[in-house]
């Protein structure tokens, strides 16, 4: 599956942005989704990630009220609505996709930036 991320930009603290990213193929479902993301001079790490069905959600405590992911099947896309945005959430954000019988991350996207000013 290739994927596709979406939707970054420069928006000033407090604001919001939604990434989107888009995957090719015709086996999105059989896929778990998730959103990482790195910031200069440190680790990619664990944003959020979403089951096949939409149906689990889980996200990392630092966006925990934040940040909520989704997904629609029909049109082979994954979301990241990022609210209430602060200067730390500065990063490259990358979509990825695993299989759900698995436990890695095996499909990345290019990644889009999103840059907060405090």
């Known amino acids: 599956v290739q994927l596709q991320a979406s939707g970054g930009g420069l928006v000033q603290a407090g604001g919001s942005l939604r990434l989107s990213c888009a995957a090719s193929?015709?086996?999105?479902?059989?896929?778990?989704m998730g959103w990482f993301r790195q910031a200069p001079g440190k680790e990619r790490e664990f944003v959020a990630s979403i089951n096949w069905s939409g149906g689990s959600t889980y996200s990392a405590d630092s966006v925990k009220g934040r940040f909520t992911i989704s997904r629609d099947n029909a049109k082979n896309t994954v979301y990241l609505q990022m609210n209430s945005l602060k200067p730390e959430d500065t990063a490259v954000y990358y979509c990825a996709a695993r299989l759900v019988t698995s436990y890695e991350y095996t499909y990345w996207g290019q990644g889009t930036q999103v840059t907060v000013s405090s």
């Open positions: 193929g015709r086996t999105f479902s059989s896929y778990t």
